[in-house]
């Protein structure tokens, strides 16, 4: 198993996470319809 490395987020890495967040709350509505359909964050 590979080694888990664990760091502080970068100015740079907020695209990607932003994306990642959007991703999840896509899922998420599959289970919960009562999730608005415009953008949501956490």
Do not use: C, H, V
């Not at 987020?9 to 959007?22: C, F």
């Amino acid at each position: 198993m590979k080694k888990i490395i664990i760091r502080k987020a970068r100015r740079t890495d907020l695209k990607k996470l932003l994306a990642l967040e959007q991703g999840i709350t896509a899922a998420e509505r599959f289970f919960y319809p009562t999730l608005k359909e415009e953008k949501i964050q956490y």
